[in-house]
């Protein structure tokens, strides 16, 4: 089954609503991939388990005052990567909750 790597980097507004999407955006994000940053995580998913987590994210977000951005890199966009302070990205078993 072929990979690809999404870099997913979201900023929601300081809101008590924006707060609790943002506490389950994050919380579904965290089963899909590996929280490097405050507001962004890095994914290695199949087509179908990007497929997935995009309905979920639609499901979630308010499309008038949320921002998510997804980034869809390859293989050779990740051996590319410069990383300072932390390990390069690296595919491990992703776990959906």
Known sequence: M????????????DTK?????RTRLH???SGYGQWTQ?????????AVQFAKLQIQIETIIKLDEDS???Y???AG???????YGS???????????
């Open 27 to 29: 919380k579904l994000l």
């Open 38 to 46: 405050y507001s962004v995580f890095e994914c290695f998913l199949t």
């Open 72 to 74: 869809v890199l390859d």
């Open 77 to 83: 966009a990740v051996k590319r990567t410069l990383t």
């Open 17 to 21: 609503a924006a707060n609790k999407r």
């Open 87 to 97: 390990e390069k990205p690296r595919q491990t078993t992703t776990i959906i909750l």
């Open 68 to 70: 998510v951005r997804i």
């Open 2 to 13: 072929i990979t690809l790597f999404y870099l997913i980097i979201y900023d929601l507004p």
